[in-house]
């Protein structure tokens, strides 16, 4: 027997065992369900969840940190949704990853992307007053739009302090998806929001949280608490964002160590919490159109926001239907977990993504929303690599488009 | 000796754990009575098929109609059919009355009461509560006992293909059961032989049929266990490790599953899924608990005193019979009837 290996399973699982708080990756019964909801299954034969834990209780861990799967993973954590013993799957990926990590096997852009987080504050590299000028030029881009709905909407506010809502972008809106910065101006404009952007911190993203680097995970986390403390705000309130939203709402006080003492919102939650307060007035049946839902991983199963944007889509559609299976249960679109960023896999991402593009296809819905960037992107990619014929947009964007303005006071 | 024909011991709840006890009881003179909240003796027993195929497998499901029998025709006993427990009365040495109501008809009557007999058994668990199985949303999939109502009723062809192909059926063990995320960490311990059983019976009745058994470990044990696996290897019913996590409908009206065979993921086919669904504590556990003081354990199952004193409730003049201590099969909830009884006995007689 090689003892110099189990005592290194040792240290995965107790790494493991820290991870996950309670429970112990030895407790798995082997059962399997995770084996068949992984939608890696099909592509990766010779690994999965299951074999995964075994592979850590064997001592033989290195061969998980050695391949592809680790990086391929989404986190969606779907595999042990319900796992009869709440092993949880993503966060033992995730401390693969960082051991990955720690022997120099992480994927480059990721690492070049952390770097840039701790230069500039975000991933992208773009500096405040290139985000300021940036913001601000994406607002002149649909000015007349926005002085429509009120005088001096156009106007993006910027750390001030005392605003109700501080508003958390992901880098996406001032790079390559600035309709979608349009969409949330026009929304702030309509429901009158108290709100303002810091010039600070302007990233939603966490990748190190993706490299299972939890120390610049968790010091990206206090840097957007303390902005959000500095400014005031009541409300910190984030983009269409699964795993920058995931954290923040979730995991922010354990991580920390701390209270904090304004909330975490999704813009989702926002709209459709004034949307029940006839703050935000939408035209029933608005789009005449079969449109459906994706339940981003973050959102959906990890937070556990399913019904609000169904209320929302329900109210402004002509049709909604559901795929099979939602919620909980929902399948990854696969470009989830640092994947759509690693340029490593390729376009492996596309080929993982048949139980969605098959799931999406037997709905006929006309527009496929979701509330998530990366879904965005993953599922736009999707949708020109397999011609699907749906349209593509996140619930916002729908839910601005069916906007019943309000008069003027 | 004490005369036993002076005590009455109330059971509540006649199921197969009630009424072994009451028959046991009516051997050794006492008198009983049987508080019922439903129209008719034998619990979920009765909704169990035979199981026999060329021979008797010892399911044991039989065994409700004689104990049935000989209770209903005892000279010793009372029945109490659609009637409910509301209050107890309690002496120094126990419960001395209890308050039984018709459900029907909301009449109170009083019963003295020598021993206290909780038998309310299980509640099969609802496959509903974890969406991910289809239940209740795909036509094809069903449970144990949903399988075991049409082999009951004889119906067992109407879930064949209708185009008079094999039927290709699928067990899926432990649903419910082992879960910590239901508050179900244990083992049901029926399934596992049921589900054998059940796929012997279902060749037995269409030997072309093929049944596949998903399961985690077979958590069988005793004498005729390895006959039983014996025989379920002879008559082809394939035994696969781990139990696919997800049910897919398909556009032939079958269901497709993904599992992993020989390192290697794989998707099949199947016309028809039986969940194996385990046993959770009865949904009137707690409101019998709570008029009693009968305290429930970790589970919601009612607490007996240690594992070496498995009957006695830590309650005096409290004796708990059946799986509403903790899943059992029909052999088991026999034999502790008797454990029950002997109790009893020995209780009654030290006390005078």
Redesign the interface.
Same mark, same amino acid.
């Given at each position: 027997m090689n003892s110099g290996s189990l005592a290194g399973s040792y240290e995965t699982m107790n790494l493991i065992k820290n991870a996950t708080g309670q429970n112990d990756v030895d407790i798995c *019964? !082997? /059962?399997? +369900? /995770? *084996?068949? #909801?992984c939608f890696l299954? +099909?592509s990766y034969?010779?690994i999965?969840p #299951?074999k995964i834990i075994r592979k850590i209780l064997l001592g033989r861990e290195q061969e998980v940190i050695d391949s592809e799967f680790i990086w391929a993973c989404t986190l969606c954590g779907r595999?042990t !949704?319900? /796992?009869?013993?709440?092993i949880s799957m993503d966060v033992v990926i995730r401390r693969l990853r960082g051991l990955a990590w720690a022997q120099g096997k992480a994927p480059s852009r990721l690492c070049e992307g952390i770097e840039k987080i701790k230069e500039f504050g975000n991933n992208t590299g773009v500096d405040a007053e290139e985000f300021q000028e940036t913001a601000e030029w994406i607002a002149e881009e649909c000015e007349d739009e926005l002085q429509e709905i009120f005088e001096g909407a156009s106007n993006v506010p910027f750390d001030r302090k005392g605003a109700e809502i501080l508003y958390m972008p992901n880098p996406r809106e001032y790079t390559s998806n600035p309709n979608m910065f349009q969409a949330y101006l026009k929304f702030f404009a309509h429901v009158r929001a108290d709100w303002t952007l810091s010039s600070k911190v302007f990233d939603v993203t966490n990748w190190p949280y993706y490299l299972g680097d939890q120390d610049d995970a968790v010091a990206l986390v206090r840097a957007t608490v303390n902005e959000a403390r500095n400014l005031g705000a009541k409300i910190l309130l984030t983009t269409e964002c699964g795993h920058g939203f995931k954290i923040l709402r979730k995991d922010t006080q354990a991580w920390l160590g701390e209270s904090i003492d304004f909330e975490v919102l999704s813009i989702i939650e926002l709209a459709h919490r004034y949307f029940k307060e006839g703050r935000l007035r939408l035209r029933q049946g608005a789009i005449n159109k079969t449109v459906t839902y994706h339940d981003p991983c973050n959102v959906g199963r990890k937070v556990g926001i399913f019904e609000g944007p169904r209320e929302l889509l329900k109210f402004i559609s002509a049709n909604f239907v559901e795929m099979?299976?939602n #919620?909980?249960?929902s399948i990854c679109c696969g470009g989830g977990g640092s994947v759509s960023q690693n340029s490593d896999m390729g376009s492996k991402r596309l080929e993982h993504a048949m139980w969605k593009r098959d799931q999406i296809l037997r709905t006929g819905a006309d527009i496929l929303t979701t509330s998530c960037q990366n879904c965005l992107t993953q599922l736009g990619d999707m949708q020109s690599r397999y011609n699907m014929p749906v349209e593509i947009k996140s619930v916002m964007e729908l839910v601005v488009e069916a906007i019943e303005p309000l008069s003027l006071p | 000796m004490y005369d036993h024909n002076n005590g009455q011991v109330v059971i509540v709840g006649g199921g197969i754990a009630g009424l072994a006890t009451a028959k046991l009881l009516s051997e050794n003179n006492f008198h009983f009575a049987i508080v019922e909240r439903s129209y008719k003796l034998g619990g979920h027993t009765k909704d169990w098929a035979c199981m026999a195929t060329d021979n008797c497998n010892r399911c044991h499901s039989c065994a409700v109609f004689d104990y049935e029998e000989f209770v209903a025709s005892s000279p010793h006993g009372e029945i109490f059919l659609r009637h409910e427990l509301f209050s107890v009365t309690r002496s120094t040495s126990g419960i001395s009355s209890v308050g039984i109501r018709c459900i029907d008809s909301g009449a109170e009557r009083e019963l003295p009461v020598t021993a206290l007999v909780l038998a309310v058994g299980f509640e099969p668990f609802d496959p509903i509560e974890k969406g991910f199985w289809g239940y209740g949303t795909f036509e094809g999939v069903m449970t144990l006992s949903d399988l075991n109502r049409l082999m009951r009723l004889d119906d067992l062809n109407t879930i064949r293909p209708g185009n008079g192909d094999p039927l290709n059926l699928a067990f899926f063990q432990c649903v419910g059961s082992r879960d910590k995320t239901i508050g179900a960490d244990y083992c049901s311990q029926y399934c596992c032989a049921a589900a054998i059983r059940a796929a012997l019976r279902t060749i037995h009745q269409y030997p072309d049929s093929k049944v596949t058994i998903f399961y985690i470990d077979l958590q069988i044990a005793g004498k005729t266990a390895q006959a039983l696996m014996d025989k379920a290897q002879e008559k082809g019913v394939r035994f696969l490790q781990g139990v696919p996590g997800e049910i897919q409908p398909i556009q032939d009206g079958g269901l497709q599953v993904i599992s992993e065979k020989d390192g290697q993921n794989v998707v099949e086919r199947f016309d028809r899924i039986v969940l194996s669904i385990g046993q959770r504590p009865s949904s009137s556990a707690i409101a019998i608990s709570g008029i009693t003081e009968a305290p429930l354990n970790e589970f919601g199952f009612f607490q007996t005193r240690s594992q070496f004193d498995p009957v006695r409730s830590p309650l005096n003049g409290v004796y708990i019979a059946g799986s509403c201590s903790g899943p059992a099969n029909i052999p088991d909830v026999a034999m502790n009837a008797g454990k029950v009884v002997s109790a009893i006995i020995k209780d009654i007689e030290q006390t005078i």
């Open positions: *019964v !082997t /059962c399997g +369900q /995770c *084996v068949s #909801r299954s +099909q034969p010779d999965n #299951r595999c !949704t319900d /796992c009869p013993k709440n099979w299976p #919620r909980k249960y | -």
